[in-house]
């Protein structure tokens, strides 16, 4: 059996479920509905109605670029509110072009084109992905690597979107919370769709101000981040 298959979410949205790590890509309760709830509207949106008055532009960074599902709904958002969203996503294991190519876009409104544009993008250049998304991606291990002197005090949304805590302790740990702390300016939001107490406490402890949110489908609660 391949060590990744592509799956079918109780909200007819598709992802990917990793054998070898006995873990989906998204919620299987609707792949859809927790990226929308997760990262645009308690992620891009939240902070936009914070903030969003005095930006012509919006800088996102997210953990874990997976399929990436998050960012094509963040330019998706950014064209219906007429903004541009420069986003820097990090990545350890890429999915191949193939695999990618045979999700079902057309379901999120998406083209694939679009996806295979993102995934084909080079590492480490900015490349204008359209109108209103400048994409950056960075192959590496987001524990180990230091992006402090590239991109310290440089966003605006964090999108946290590891691999669960049970399954990936590592890139939950406070110290890497300390790099995302340092990832974001002043104002900053981290958005991400666990809530497990001990991450919750971790966040607090590096000086984020946590709030707790209802869960996306089938989860009880979310977690809001700021660095104020
Ligand atoms: C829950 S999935 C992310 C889903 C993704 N945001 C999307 O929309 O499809 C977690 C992602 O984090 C990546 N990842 C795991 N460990 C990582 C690390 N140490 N550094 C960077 N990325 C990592 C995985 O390869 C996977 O693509």
Known sequence: MNELQIVRCQDGSQTIYDHRLRESYHSLHGAREESLYVYIQNGLTKWWLKHG???DSIRVFEVG????????LAEKWAAQMNVKIELVSVELWPLSLDLVTQLDWLAYGIETAQAQRLHQALPNV????SKHLS???????FTQEDLSEEFQNSFDVLFYDAFAPRKQPSIWQQAVLQKAFRLLRQGGLLSTYTAQGRFRRDLSAVGFEVEKLKGAVNKKEMTCAWRF
Do not use: E, M, P
Request: charged letters at 10%; hydrophobic letters at 50%.
């Open 53 to 55: 008055q005095q930006a």
């Open 65 to 72: 670029f997976g399929t990436g599902l998050n960012v094509l």
């Open 126 to 129: 900015w490349v204008a992905s």
């Open 135 to 141: 994409f950056y991606k960075i192959y590496a291990d």
